[in-house]
């Protein structure tokens, strides 16, 4: 059974900082792309950044472009959001998840596995 679990996820100050992971089980996804989204209540799921397999590229919504950073670590099955400058805007449920494409896109219906979300509040 595939599962993705995130952590991470908590309450920071606006201008702060946070690191979210993503470690997947079931099965490895060194030759796939990864992502995160995130969503907010009564809003639709959105993009904030994809990482390709071995993290040749990587691309980023413009509301986190400069302050987003993502990567991967293959040995550890695992995709990390590092998130600084955080703004309140940025408080949200994020979403990992992996796609079984060649190439990471910004479409949500592109990814398969999902993860349970983990809640980052930004205060202000």
């Known amino acids: 059974q595939v599962q993705l679990a995130e952590s991470g996820g908590g309450l920071a100050q606006a201008g702060g900082s946070l690191r979210l992971s993503c470690t997947a089980s079931g099965r490895t996804f060194n030759n796939n792309p990864m992502g995160w989204f995130r969503q907010t209540p009564g809003k639709e799921r959105e993009f904030v950044a994809t990482?390709?397999?071995?993290?040749?590229?990587?691309y980023y919504a413009d509301s986190v472009k400069g302050r987003f950073t993502i990567t991967r670590d293959d040995a550890m099955n695992t995709v990390y959001l590092q998130m600084n400058s955080l703004k309140p805007e940025d408080t949200a449920v994020y979403f990992c998840?992996?796609?079984?494409?060649?190439?990471?896109?910004?479409?949500?219906?592109?990814?398969?596995?999902w993860g349970q979300g983990t809640q980052v509040t930004v205060s202000s």
């Open positions: 990482i390709s397999w071995r993290g040749f590229t990587t």
């Open positions: 998840a992996a796609s079984l494409h060649t190439s990471g896109t910004y479409y949500s219906s592109d990814y398969t596995y």
